[in-house]
């Protein structure tokens, strides 16, 4: 069994303290993201993060969750 993954090192858009998706796909690629941190990377979130900066420095006004998937993108591409 597997520990849940901790959220706390991440800087996630919330409302009134909960996760805030204004999309389902939002929460699709929030979930994505989380499984292939706790499974690819054992949930060393690092490898997500490096990529998500990298994806907002690429483009800063890309809308935030957007961000999220080409993170994850990247992430999932640099897999072996």
Not at 22 to 25: L, N, V
């Given at each position: 069994m597997s520990t849940p993954l901790s959220l706390?090192?991440?800087d996630l858009p919330r409302r009134?303290?909960?996760l805030a998706f204004?999309?389902?796909?939002q929460s699709t690629v929030f979930a994505l993201a989380a499984a292939v941190?706790?499974?690819a990377f054992?949930?060393?979130r690092e490898p997500f993060r490096?990529?998500?900066i990298a994806a907002i420095a690429a483009q800063p006004g890309r809308p935030y969750?957007?961000?999220w998937t080409?993170?994850?993108e990247a992430l999932v591409q640099a897999l072996p």
């Open positions: 706390s090192g991440l009134n303290g909960e204004d999309a389902p796909w941190i706790e499974h054992d949930g060393d490096q990529q998500l969750w957007e961000s080409a993170a994850l």
